[in-house]
């Protein structure tokens, strides 16, 4: 489902058109919400009324347009360069087209133009398109309703065992955390960035292991690195990268979330809190690390997203590894500062195994005045 997610990782994806005459556009409607990277945004709140429209055959599929227009898309004007449109986002798209697709190649579903025990499947994916049009029809100038009629550019004709196997080689979204920043400083933040950036479209190969120390680099101020606030001896004291703990314990959950194997990981000292009791992991150079190892037998793959006041890390791992099983990263408190950590198995949704993961015992932070 998520075949496209090798093209986020490193970039959004953008279509820019020439200059074009300066147009006066009125505000987005509230309920749309379109977000903006310059004061010259524009936009076209007649768009809030249009609706996408996909057929194949005699199936229609239909979405109002306002609900692809959230806070995950940007239409702005840039200086120099023109107006453009991104998507910061597709996750809102993977309901709808995971819909299409499934009926494509549902076996009821009856096309005229196809054979019967044949369906239609998206040649490369079904985003890498969908985003292409959308982005293309509303840079176009002209406000319109979306219409699309799949043929044989879009798709291809397979036989169900033929399309259900393609579907087992796609990747999918195994394991995600988020957390909040609210709160922080500047300083922190820009550490959180740092830290989540360098491990953005990070890869790890069948069999290998990966080190957060490793990805995350020299906790330097020619890293771009600034000093924040960081446990140590018990105190929060400022020091350099302070918050990049804040990554390794997203990173933690979307692991065990994923069913990656962690053979690391130190709780920190006291509470942090973004996360529950018991479900952190701390990270300081030469003592403590957050350490995994991919028993999958396709490599697995990393995206971090940091927007708003908020840092997911998501964990992608081919279909066909997974096989059906899922897993959750949860913890019981035991008291104020204690709690045990638990990783529940799914087996096609139906819980398996609840598994012990670990015991954490925490102290109450000190003031500067305590020892």
Known sequence: MKKWIAMLFSMMILVVVPAMTKTTCLAAPAEVGVTTLSDAAWFDQAWAEKRLTITCGEKVWEKPLSELMGEQMRIYTEEGVGNSCSFVSADWSDA???????????????????????CYQFVDGFEPWYLGVVQSRLMSGEVNDINVDLNDNTCM??????AEARAGQEYVLAGTCTT???????????????????????????????????????????NGYKSAGTYVGGKLVDGIGGGICQVSST???????????????????????????????????????????NDYLHSVKFETIVEGKNLTVNVYVKASDMNGVTYRLWAKKTSSMSAITYQTVYVNGVETEVREVGRCRYQPLKTDDED
């Open 96 to 118: 709808f087209l995971e819909q299409v697709n499934t009926e494509l190649r549902a076996p009821e579903f009856v096309n005229p133009g196809v054979e019967e025990g044949y």
């Open 157 to 162: 004709v397979l036989t169900y065992e033929e």
């Open 180 to 222: 909040s920043f609210r709160g922080s400083s500047a300083a922190r933040i820009n550490n959180i960035r740092i830290a989540a950036g360098s491990m953005n479209g990070y890869e790890l190969a069948p069999g290998a292991s990966g080190s957060l120390n490793t990805i995350f680099g020299s906790r330097t101020s020619a």
């Open 251 to 293: 990173t933690y959950n979307a692991l065990m979330n994923a069913g990656i194997t962690v053979t690391m990981r130190h709780p920190h000292s006291s509470p942090v809190s973004y996360l529950p009791l018991g479900t952190d992991a701390a990270i300081s150079a030469g003592s403590k690390d957050l350490q995994f190892r």
